[in-house]
């Protein structure tokens, strides 16, 4: 397709070629394809949730008994420092950004996304910062070591006086990741905007992708702040600047600002496809349309206003002016509004439905859950007296990880396996799939509730050794993350052979609703081609005499001859 | 469902789903993205500027302002420039389009040269406190976004020349010049931070 009024070569949006490879191989290559890049960069995350998985488990390892015995402090220093970042940049943004791939396209009925290559350019960006960072544990002084976030003047430091050291490698992978990211998020809200199908207003989307947008909005706001931090931290690190050093008139404080100005905002980045993908599956596997569609919407770009105004509560106790802090406590208890308006939704949403317990579902409640508990001890954390009390204690690692791993990891998983027979084709297997819900379920509790209790009686984070008087929660703690590390295999397995040789899946097994259902499974390169369905209404009309698009009993049919 | 429903219904034409006119919405969006980069350094240099105790390195009294000046003239005048350009393509003058075009294309890279030379007869450099470090990264930023302006209108100024390609006008066209406005009002915004409010506390 060739068009004559724009100019293909500054962003060219070229279509998958038909008739491509349609073997293995295509996820190897530089494939423009959406549905590949989803594929290749839910893969490519999971292999690095094993990695920042394993990094943990030594910590775990550690952290069992009080002495620092098994790792060294300074590998300690590195150990969380980097099971953060791939945590965050190789894990969770990059298996977000590989549900977007796969969902926004099929649930809007775009044929790809607006700008494929760009898409391509997105992913392939992952393994290079993926390289630097994992590069950074085989050069000498090993990696960084100041903790995700990086402060200075502890990042800013160079003692071995190299000049290509592992901060600097942080820091490089951490501003490629941005671009990736902000390449994803043009890409992700334009297609949004200008490739709906015919009559999906938007009023009439998939909450799933209102969430996305809300999130990738985000992403288009906080993140050049962050880049713009990073890039005064490599210079203060590397070409001797001092806009972090106090000593040539800096001031390290400005670095929290830029820094948390987008870190805080990018859990909302995490959190609100989570809370489409709570969404989708809880009207699908209760049968009943979701309480309150439109509330639920406009609450994630109320999320997202709200995100951006809540930054300084992560720095109550870095000599933050009392005025500061009390506008921003109060913006951070704002907060709990739109996300109370969405649980509620939820909640009313589950009452009196008659629940289907399949592994999605499981892991979409276990997570809501965890998710209303997070939200509580996060409204803790936002008084100003409390977190001034429990600031870089445990209870703030065990509240970060109730909202990151308990809530949107389950999520993440939840929707792998909703969404796994649509995109491969095939089954999964459910006795495994609750296998891991209820190891994953189990592992999390135990792992994140004891460390509140610690953090409360006053353990620090991010040392290697402790007070005896913590041991018993740390024991508990790590015995919940080995049995994570366990969880991990019914997954893999279950992912592995159902691909492989699991029954093959009829194009809507769940009798969902939603432009993607009536795509065969898998569906082809350009979903529906020139035949995009006319929308009629949104897609949560379980139980109701409502049609979804006009003729559809057409593509139901078309979609079972494929 | 409501009326809100039907209202978006109208705004949306089934063929948007083919057509790639959202090339310039991806890059509005860019653009938009991109300005927060440098709202971040203009919040940073303004809180520097107003809270550090020693502003100017010492033995530097201020900041020469004629050269600027002249600079500033030009660049902003380039924008005007570039948009007769664009009004050229659109009557379906090709050398038009072309001369005025490769005018506003001189026009930055004169104010490139007038860049080079202030950076080469300035005392300080980008180690002399938080003064040079911001002086330079945000005029080196600017300086950055220039240059890459001038490539793009290159790109485009050789794509001119392929049969058939303007017929129409054409959308990389429109992105490169709002791209350049772009470019020009940070600068005017940078001009104003650094060299017009000079006074310390």
């Known amino acids: 397709m060739t068009s004559t009024n724009f100019d293909p070569r500054i962003l060219k949006a070229p279509h998958p070629v038909p008739g491509a490879p349609d073997n293995w191989k295509r996820f190897f290559s530089f494939n423009t394809d959406a549905k590949v890049i989803g594929i290749q960069y839910i893969a490519t995350s999971l292999l690095f949730l094993l990695v920042g998985g394993l990094l943990a488990m030594v910590m775990r390892g550690e952290l069992i008994t009080p002495p620092a015995d098994l790792v060294d402090p300074s590998v300690y220093n590195g150990l969380y420092t980097m099971h953060g970042t791939v945590m965050l940049f190789l894990f969770l943004f990059p298996v977000l950004n590989g549900l977007n791939n796969l969902l926004i396209p099929t649930m809007i009925g775009a044929p790809d996304m607006a700008f494929p290559r760009l898409n391509a350019a997105a992913f392939w960006l992952v393994p290079v910062f993926a390289l630097l960072l994992m590069g950074s544990f085989f050069i000498p002084g090993g990696p960084a070591q100041s903790g995700w976030w990086s402060y200075p003047p502890i990042s800013i430091q160079n003692p071995l006086n190299h000049f290509v050291n592992g901060e600097q490698l942080w820091l490089l992978a951490v501003a490629l990741s941005g671009v990736s990211s902000i390449f994803g998020a043009i890409n992700f809200v334009t297609t949004i905007i200008r490739m709906r199908a015919p009559g999906m207003g938007f009023f009439k989307m998939p909450l799933y992708c209102w969430t996305a947008w809300g999130a990738q909005t985000i992403q288009l706001i906080g993140l050049p702040a962050l880049t713009g931090g990073a890039i005064m931290l490599l210079f203060d690190l590397s070409f001797g600047t001092s806009f972090f050093r106090p000593e040539g008139g800096g001031d390290p404080v400005l670095y929290q600002?830029?820094?948390?100005?987008?870190?805080?905002?990018?859990?909302?980045?995490?959190?609100?496809?989570?809370?489409?993908?709570?969404?989708?599956?809880f009207t699908c596997y209760a049968r009943k349309p979701l309480f309150g569609y439109k509330f639920v919407a406009l609450a994630s770009f109320g999320i997202v206003f709200?995100?951006?105004?809540?930054?300084?509560?992560?720095?109550?106790?870095?000599?933050?002016?009392?005025?500061?802090?009390?506008?921003?406590?109060?913006?951070?208890?704002?907060?709990?509004?739109?996300?109370?308006?969405?649980?509620?939704?939820?909640?009313?949403?589950?009452?009196?439905?008659?629940?289907?317990?399949?592994?999605?579902?499981?892991?979409?409640?276990?997570?809501?859950?965890?998710?209303?508990?997070?939200?509580?001890?996060?409204?803790?954390?936002?008084?100003?007296?409390?977190?001034?009390?429990?600031?870089?204690?445990?209870?703030v690692v065990a509240h970060f990880h109730y909202v990151?791993?308990?809530?949107?990891?389950?999520?993440?998983?939840?929707?792998?396996?909703?969404?796994?027979?649509?995109?491969?084709?095939?089954?999964?297997?459910?006795?495994?799939?609750?296998?891991h819900f209820a190891l994953t379920f189990i592992g999390c509790t135990l792992n994140w509730l004891p460390l509140h209790w610690a953090g409360l009686l006053g353990m620090p984070r991010r040392v290697a050794s402790y007070d005896p008087e913590f041991a018993i929660w740390n024991v508990l703690a790590s015995i919940g993350a080995f049995l994570l590390g366990v969880a991990s295999i019914p997954f893999i397995l279950n992912m592995v052979s159902s691909w492989a040789r699991g029954p093959k899946a009829s194009p809507n097994p769940w009798g969902a609703i939603g432009l993607e259902w009536l795509l065969p499974s898998p569906p082809p390169a350009e979903n529906f081609e020139d035949d995009v369905p006319t929308v009629l209404n949104n897609p949560y009309g379980y139980g109701l005499n409502e049609p979804f698009v006009a003729d559809e009993e057409f593509y139901i049919r078309r979609a079972q001859e494929a | 469902m409501t009326s809100l429903d039907s209202s978006s219904q109208l705004n949306h034409t089934p063929g948007h789903i083919k057509h790639s006119g959202h090339n310039l919405t991806g890059f509005v969006i860019f653009l938009c993205s991109e300005s927060i980069i440098f709202?971040?350094?203009?919040?940073?240099f303004t809180l520097f500027k107003i809270t550090s105790p020693e502003w100017l390195p010492p033995g530097v009294e201020g900041l020469e302002v004629r050269m600027p000046l002249i600079n500033t003239i030009v660049l902003v005048s380039s924008s005007f420039v570039a948009y007769f350009a664009e009004r050229y393509l659109h009557k379906g003058n090709l050398w038009g389009f072309r001369i005025v075009w490769f005018i506003t294309m001189l026009m930055g890279a004169y104010f490139v040269y007038g860049q080079y030379v202030e950076w080469s007869s300035l005392e300080f450099g980008l180690g002399s406190g938080v003064f040079g470090g911001t002086f330079y990264l945000l005029t080196g930023f600017h300086g950055l976004h220039v240059i890459t302006g001038i490539g793009l209108m290159g790109l485009m100024l050789f794509h001119s020349f392929r049969p058939g390609n303007y017929e129409k006008g054409d959308m990389g066209v429109t992105a490169v010049s709002l791209f350049w406005h772009f470019v020009d009002v940070i600068w005017i915004i940078l001009f104003v931070l650094i060299y017009v409010w000079q006074r310390t506390n």
């Open chain 1, 306 to 395: 709200l995100s951006l105004i809540v930054w300084v509560h992560h720095m109550f106790y870095t000599g933050t002016p009392n005025w500061m802090r009390i506008l921003f406590m109060f913006t951070t208890m704002t907060i709990a509004v739109p996300t109370g308006v969405k649980v509620f939704a939820w909640v009313a949403t589950l009452w009196g439905g008659k629940l289907r317990l399949t592994t999605p579902m499981l892991f979409c409640l276990g997570g809501l859950l965890n998710f209303i508990f997070a939200g509580i001890t996060g409204v803790m954390l936002g008084t100003v007296p409390i977190d001034i009390h429990v600031g870089n204690t445990y209870f």
């Open chain 1, 257 to 281: 600002h830029f820094f948390w100005f987008y870190s805080h905002p990018a859990v909302y980045v995490m959190v609100l496809p989570v809370f489409g993908i709570f969404s989708e599956v």
């Open chain 1, 404 to 435: 990151i791993f308990n809530a949107i990891v389950l999520g993440v998983f939840a929707a792998v396996y909703h969404w796994f027979p649509k995109f491969t084709g095939h089954m999964y297997y459910e006795g495994l799939g609750k296998v």
């Open chain 2, 39 to 44: 709202l971040a350094f203009f919040a940073g």
